[in-house]
């Protein structure tokens, strides 16, 4: 058997000119389920997950899973069952942990807006620390908690102002971001969440931006952190963890983020050299726990030459691929069954009404109507992205794990779509 291995894509492969992930033929899968399909592997999942693992050895860590990045529920499990906690940013997202079998304790809730029914919600469910963004939400905080007869555990989320040298959508740590609060306010802010009856302060929190492909920006932004816990702590407010965010890129076009325990080794060399190795440390990756450890297999539909572009049409479209709409962003396009001809060069769009709806540019492909190519990458922000514009059912799920390849998501229909909308009267 020949086996040839897809760089940056652990347990996807070609074997005997077929594309596998981990013994499965992904032809196959599609003929099972139908196509455009997701299929994800959860050792390369869990493969990811070691990588940190690996780095906060003996240290006393939490990763807790960003599951914005796909939060569908069986990807949810692999991460509920090895051990992780969750990062969420709604009230959505914090029921679809407890029905994972997540543990709320471990959950820390993250985002600019969240509503008093959320923090009220995320208060029964017990969360292990809500991420604070804001001087007027801390009151609000502090308000719900009260009326339950509860004091909320908070970090605020320092905006460290370093530039990540990412997509300027995808940078949050800036001070033109919505993000946190400012490095200058970020005293007063801790001040006044100490004074706050229904608040007890527990850490500290930033995040930079995301696909950040260098460890520089993180160093960074560690020394302007650990400055403000000795400026915090000075002041008499213990911090019990910090919370370096998430953010670490993945591979999409021979891009080389460093491995998530070589970023750890150095940043755990500052927090040693600076006093704060023995700190409870947590973190909230989602790309780089789930990105490489997913494909999206779809069918070429049309080949349709043109004047000054060739395109080529598939059933996969910016419903559920929707980076390249919104990033410009590259996703590797490859052939299930490679053909080895020539080829031609074809911008690869989908069917949706809208220029914009392009999945890769210049692309050469030796394919024919009929043919199955796999979108790689596409594990993180695809399908947690995807919507339903065109009335266009959400893809399928697969998750293969050795022999086993269950479907997580069926592929939802019209009825379901219609299901909450009335004729009128
Ligand atoms: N923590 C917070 C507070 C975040 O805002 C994010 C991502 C993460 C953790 C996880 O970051 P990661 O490890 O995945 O880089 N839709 C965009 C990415 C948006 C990221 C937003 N925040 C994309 O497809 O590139």
């Known amino acids: 058997m020949s086996i040839s291995l897809l760089p ?50 003996g240290r006393n860590a939490q990763i807790c899973y960003a599951m914005k990045a796909n939060s569908s529920l069986g990807v949810l499990q692999v991460f509920a069952q090895a051990g992780c906690g969750f990062d969420i940013v709604s009230g959505g997202e914090l029921e679809r942990v407890l029905a994972a079998g997540g543990d709320p304790g471990k959950v820390i809730f993250s985002g600019v807006g969240k509503t008093r029914a959320e923090m009220r919600q995320a208060l029964v469910a017990g969360i292990g620390c809500f991420n604070v963004e804001s001087e007027s939400e801390l009151e609000v905080l502090s308000d719900a908690a009260l009326a339950m007869g509860l004091r909320a555990p908070v970090s605020i989320r320092v905006n460290p102002n370093v530039d990540p040298k990412t997509h300027p959508y995808i940078s949050t740590g800036l001070k033109g971001n919505k993000f946190g609060v400012a490095h200058e306010r970020a005293l007063a802010t801790y001040q006044r969440a100490a004074a706050l009856p229904g608040l007890q302060v527990v850490g500290i929190d930033c995040h930079i931006g995301s696909q950040i492909t260098d460890s520089t920006p993180y160093l960074d932004a560690m020394d302007r952190v650990l400055d403000l816990v000795d400026a915090v702590e000075a002041a008499g407010i213990p911090i019990h963890h910090i919370d370096f965010g998430g953010g670490l890129g ?20 500052k927090l040693d050299a600076r006093g704060y ?92 109507p009929g043919d199955l190519l796999a979108v790689l990458s596409a594990g993180a922000y695809c399908m947690s992205m995807a919507s339903n514009y065109n009335t266009r059912g959400r893809p399928a799920e697969v998750l293969v794990e050795g022999d086993k390849a269950t479907l997580i998501r069926a592929r939802e229909t019209a009825a379901d779509q219609m299901r909450h909308e009335r004729l009128v009267g």
């Open 8 to 57: 940056g894509h652990p347990h996807t492969a070609y074997r005997d000119g077929e594309l596998c992930m981990a013994s499965h033929a992904l032809s196959a899968l599609a003929q099972a389920h139908g196509t455009p399909l997701f299929v994800y592997s959860k050792a390369a999942m869990l493969d990811a997950l070691a990588a940190y693992q690996r780095g906060f050895a």
């Open 250 to 269: 993945i591979d999409y076009n021979g891009d080389t983020p460093p491995a998530a325990d070589a970023l750890w080794a150095q940043l755990l060399a």
């Open 277 to 368: 190795g023995q700190r409870r440390l947590m973190i909230e990756p989602g790309r780089s726990l789930v990105g490489n450890a997913g494909v999206c297999v779809t069918e070429v539909l049309y080949l349709k030459p043109g004047e000054q572009k060739n395109f080529c049409i598939i059933d996969a479209a910016m419903n559920e691929l929707p980076r390249p709409a919104m990033y410009e962003a590259f996703h590797q396009i490859v052939p299930l069954s490679p053909r080895h001809g020539p080829g031609t060069v074809f911008d690869v769009v989908g069917p949706v009404c809208e220029s914009g709806d392009w999945i890769g540019r210049d692309r050469a492909l030796d394919v024919r």
